[in-house]
């Protein structure tokens, strides 16, 4: 740990520098991946690497599927992935412009320590906020560039995960979501959990809106083609259809109960992008 807090501020004034830099970084990763394996053997748990062995097809599709902050040096945009928000269809339509990093283990792992120097090589984490954006790339780039992100009304959101999780058996939660008597359970368990919320991949520490253009979903069409003409790029005629559900109007999942305790637990979320039960209201602006 002491050797990548040091390596952390080591300044690089040359190829050479930037050459020894990355060879420290390496020896040290390499080092901490030995003790591991040595702990790992020494614990009797040896097959455990049989789970960390990926097929290069398996690679392939979680790179197809992988939606992540999408980021254009030539147009200067970045666009913050927020789930459930028709980003699947927004990523395809800009895919043309975008740039694509390395998605290497060990340009994750470099880019996540914040070693990387050169903008183009910093790889994201799939829906990376907008604060760890800023943070990850060359200080004032952020800002320089033009940052967008969509949302969706709180109460339709939820629906839309509960569903996801419930209709996909390799979700993560499907298995326990599945067993659930209704949505009414959905969303007991997500205010135990309290980890399902939008502003904060949008918003910083005070809750300010850092992105300069926030979409909303409810008028994905008409903000989407405000964004092209900002780009200066060509709308598409039609958006694309990406992991697309038919499922019945929202406010039908919603008892009592269930709206106050939503509108209780995600106030965040419903103030910030102005939304009340029924969908956007005048409170909806931008940054």
């Given at each position: 740990?002491?050797?990548?807090?040091?390596?952390?501020?080591?300044?690089?004034?040359?190829?050479?520098?930037?050459?020894?830099?990355?060879?420290?970084?390496?020896?040290?990763?390499?080092?901490?991946?030995?003790?591991?394996?040595?702990?790992?053997?020494?614990?009797?748990?040896?097959?455990?690497?049989?789970?960390?062995?990926?097929?290069?097809?398996?690679?392939?599709?979680?790179?197809?599927?992988?939606?992540?902050?999408?980021?254009?040096?030539?147009?200067?945009?970045?666009?913050?992935?927020?789930?459930?928000?028709?980003?699947?269809?927004?990523?395809?339509?800009?895919?043309?412009?975008?740039?694509?990093?390395?998605v290497t283990r060990w340009n994750k792992l470099?880019?996540?320590?914040?070693?990387?120097?050169?903008?183009?090589?910093?790889?994201?984490?799939?829906?990376?906020?907008?604060?760890?954006?800023?943070?990850?790339?060359?200080?004032?780039?952020?800002?320089?560039?033009?940052?967008?992100?969509?949302?969706?009304?709180?109460?339709?959101?939820?629906?839309?995960?509960?569903?996801?999780?419930?209709?996909?058996?390799?979700?993560?939660?499907?298995?326990?979501?599945?067993?659930?008597?209704?949505?009414?359970?959905?969303?007991?368990?997500?205010?135990?959990?309290?980890k399902r919320y939008q502003y904060p991949l949008?918003?910083?520490?005070?809750?300010?809106?850092?992105?300069?253009?926030?979409?909303?979903?409810?008028?994905?069409?008409?903000?989407?083609?405000?964004?092209?003409?900002?780009?200066?790029?060509?709308?598409?005629?039609?958006?694309?259809?990406?992991?697309?559900?038919?499922?019945?109007?929202?406010?039908?999942?919603?008892?009592?109960?269930?709206?106050?305790?939503?509108?209780?637990?995600?106030?965040?979320?419903?103030?910030?992008?102005?939304?009340?039960?029924?969908?956007?209201?005048?409170?909806?602006?931008?940054?």
């Open positions: 740990m002491t050797g990548i807090c040091e390596i952390g501020h080591y300044e690089a004034r040359s190829s050479l520098d930037h050459a020894l830099l990355d060879a420290q970084i390496r020896n040290i990763v390499a080092g901490s991946w030995q003790l591991a394996s040595n702990s790992v053997r020494e614990k009797g748990f040896g097959k455990i690497s049989r789970r960390f062995r990926f097929s290069s097809t398996i690679i392939r599709e979680n790179m197809k599927r992988q939606k992540t902050v999408q980021i254009s040096f030539s147009h200067k945009f970045i666009f913050i992935h927020v789930q459930r928000t028709a980003g699947g269809s927004l990523i395809t339509a800009l895919r043309p412009h975008e740039h694509r990093a390395s470099i880019s996540r320590a914040g070693l990387r120097r050169n903008p183009k090589k910093v790889s994201f984490r799939t829906h990376e906020t907008a604060l760890n954006v800023r943070r990850l790339l060359p200080v004032g780039m952020y800002e320089e560039f033009f940052s967008f992100a969509f949302v969706r009304n709180p109460y339709s959101w939820l629906v839309s995960e509960f569903e996801v999780v419930r209709q996909n058996q390799h979700h993560r939660h499907h298995k326990y979501v599945v067993k659930m008597k209704d949505f009414r359970e959905y969303v007991e368990w997500e205010v135990q959990r309290g949008v918003a910083d520490e005070d809750g300010r809106i850092m992105v300069k253009f926030l979409g909303h979903f409810e008028r994905l069409r008409q903000d989407y083609d405000k964004v092209c003409e900002k780009l200066r790029i060509p709308s598409m005629d039609e958006l694309p259809h990406e992991h697309k559900r038919t499922t019945a109007d929202y406010r039908d999942y919603y008892d009592d109960e269930t709206r106050e305790k939503v509108a209780e637990y995600w106030q965040k979320d419903i103030v910030l992008f102005g939304y009340d039960f029924e969908g956007l209201t005048n409170r909806a602006n931008q940054p």
